[in-house]
């Protein structure tokens, strides 16, 4: 196990525990993954702490061999195994940390270890709500109990937490000349991406010209207050077309630098594997012309940001 992850999830906890605890906690166990996915285990549980915490949930990172605290209500437990061909499932259990009752098995498979980010985010918002409605539950027969009354019909209400202000980044885009007119494309989807993914992990994008950021970008940061700054130079994409292989496919290569106040924290050129589009269909919705080439490289970019996500995530403690 690395340490950064490590330290990511003890973050949330310190979160967590930063207004005083409620009587009911929830405790998540690391997952448990096939030998060859184990570095999956942090990062898919450090999504969904993050999940819970923003859900408003007291949240309790219980590590290896740790035993569950007396005051967690209900547990988080899962897996990560491969499937069939390259596929990867993701299954996360809810269950009740007194009896062992499970409650709720959810499950989200990845298509393949590429996709796996944005499986552990649909992952967790399949929990938050499955978690805080079986603790709203468990809360209102705790106190009947206590107070030595049948439970109201109507579950208790957890509240969630109001939504922390937003760290604010900066980021540009730019195409290589080199790259043609497909390349201004892809500038163009990464920049339309850009925003929801950024905010996703609560971070408030703020574009600027590629100049502002050339050759001083921890400047930048410092002097726009900002958290850490993003550029994407899109280098090259390859795109096949559906009249030279039965399904459209493209492949690209983007270099990206992330620099936080004190400088650039990492520089890289990401290369896609192979991202495979659809038959495109013609005039009449027959045939086999007209490739959607905008559907193609709108997800040629969101493959971009999936593989630059884990490397911010490591980088940037609040990129959670």
Do not use: C
């Not at 219980?62 to 899962?78: C, F, I, N, S």
């Not at 090259?236 to 496919?249: F, G, R």
């Not at 013609?282 to 709108?298: M, R, S």
């Amino acid at each position: 196990m690395s340490v950064k992850p490590l330290l990511a999830l003890l973050f949330l906890a310190r979160v967590a525990h930063a207004e005083p605890e409620p009587a009911h906690s929830v405790a998540l166990l690391p997952l448990d993954a096939d030998a060859k996915l184990e570095l999956y285990g942090q990062p898919v549980a450090s999504e969904l702490a993050r999940a819970l915490v923003q859900g408003g949930l007291d949240v309790l990172v219980v590590g290896p061999k740790m035993a569950v605290p007396e005051k967690a209500r209900l547990v988080v437990d899962g897996t990560i195994k491969a499937g069939r061909g390259d596929t990867v499932t993701l299954t996360a259990r809810i269950r009740d940390s007194r009896d062992g009752t499970i409650y709720d098995t959810l499950v989200v498979t990845a298509a393949s270890l590429t996709g796996i980010d944005r499986a552990e985010e649909e992952l967790s918002a399949k929990v938050l709500p499955s978690v805080r409605g079986r603790l709203a539950t468990l809360i209102e027969a705790d106190n009947a109990a206590h107070a030595g009354k049948p439970p109201d019909p109507k579950p208790a209400v957890v509240k969630p937490a109001a939504p922390a202000a937003l760290a604010v980044m900066l980021a540009s885009f730019h195409a290589d000349a080199n790259a043609g007119a497909s390349g201004e494309a892809l500038r163009a989807a990464l920049a339309l991406a850009f925003v929801p993914w950024a905010s996703h992990r609560h971070h408030d994008v703020h574009v600027v010209d590629q100049y502002v950021l050339a050759g001083k970008i921890a400047q930048a940061v410092v002097a726009q207050r900002a958290e850490l700054a993003m550029t994407l130079d899109v280098l090259a994409i390859e795109l096949v077309q559906a009249d030279l292989a039965p399904i459209p496919t493209a492949r690209a290569r983007v270099r990206v630098r992330i620099s936080d106040p004190e400088g650039i924290v990492f520089d890289r050129v990401i290369h896609t594997d192979t991202i495979v589009g659809e038959k495109g269909v013609g005039e009449n919705g027959v045939g086999e012309k007209g490739v959607d080439q905008p559907a193609l490289i709108a997800r040629v970019a969101r493959e971009i940001l999936s593989i630059a996500d884990p490397q911010v995530r490591r980088r940037i403690p609040s990129w959670f």
